[in-house]
């Protein structure tokens, strides 16, 4: 009897052994995975954060002063060019739907169905349509007239301010430059006061000096991107006004015969 229990014991006392070893393995296991996978996680974070801090380092080393400015440049035409680009696009208008309902409505209602269309329709070439048939009783020319002179107002309305993003354009890589320019005097007045031509202050300095340049160049670069899209949307959408104006005055021709 007692043999038994003690065949017994030691086999319940084996089983508790392994189911505890096959817990530990597996809490060794999936400890194991979930520190690799908190790694490979963390992994991304480091980069960013080293990122950054990459370029608050490289941003103080060029100088608050300078940097700061091509910083407001950068701010500034971005703010500029966004407000531009809004606009222009909620600028555009489907111009042949707009002209067929202005004609469909000249021909159902008269003028001041077509004009109702264009006050309920966005954009220049709307406005320019309904100055134009707003001059309809007195002629013709005066309807050319006016559709003229309007034109040009909407497109002063198109291009406001963006000759400021030309001017932070070429005024960032000058400020870089100017930036430059002291960085290296200043190297040269350490040399001058060290009293000897040290490589490692030299190029210290000279690569503290070049840091603004690079940030003008960056900022400019961009900018002229914004730009030249905010210089494409405007000529396009001058194009459709002046095919709009044409198609406008062919109408109110055949209307008045």
């Not at 070893?21 to 960013?48: F, G, R």
Request: hydrophobic share 50%.
């Amino acid at each position: 009897m007692k043999r038994l229990f003690s065949i017994l014991a030691v086999t319940v006392m084996m089983a508790f052994g392994t189911a505890n070893a096959t817990t530990i393995a597996n809490t060794s296991t999936a400890v194991t995975t979930v520190t690799t996978l908190t790694q490979d996680d963390a992994a991304p974070a480091a980069e960013d954060i080293g990122f950054h801090q990459e370029l608050k380092k490289r941003f103080i080393e060029g100088g608050p002063g300078f940097m700061g400015i091509v910083l407001l440049c950068l701010i500034l035409g971005l703010a500029i060019a966004i407000e531009r680009i809004v606009f222009l696009n909620l600028s555009s208008t489907n111009t042949k739907k707009l002209t067929q309902s202005v004609e469909d409505a000249l021909a159902s209602g008269g003028v001041e169905a077509a004009k109702e269309v264009c006050r309920n329709t966005k954009g220049p070439i709307a406005s320019i349509y309904y100055q134009g048939l707003d001059r309809t009783d007195e002629g013709i020319e005066a309807a050319e007239k006016a559709v003229v002179a309007y034109g040009g107002v909407q497109m002063g309305q198109l291009e406001k301010n963006v000759s400021w993003i030309s001017l932070f354009i070429a005024l960032a890589p000058m400020l870089g430059f100017m930036g430059t320019v002291i960085g290296m005097i200043q190297a040269f007045d350490k040399i001058e006061a060290a009293g000897d031509m040290q490589p490692s202050l030299v190029a210290g300095g000279i690569k503290v000096a070049l840091l603004t340049t690079v940030f003008g160049l960056v900022v400019a670069i961009i900018l002229q991107i914004f730009y030249n899209y905010i210089i494409s949307k405007i000529d396009s959408i001058v194009n459709d006004m002046e095919d709009a104006s044409i198609t406008l005055m062919d109408i109110l021709i055949r209307y008045k015969k």
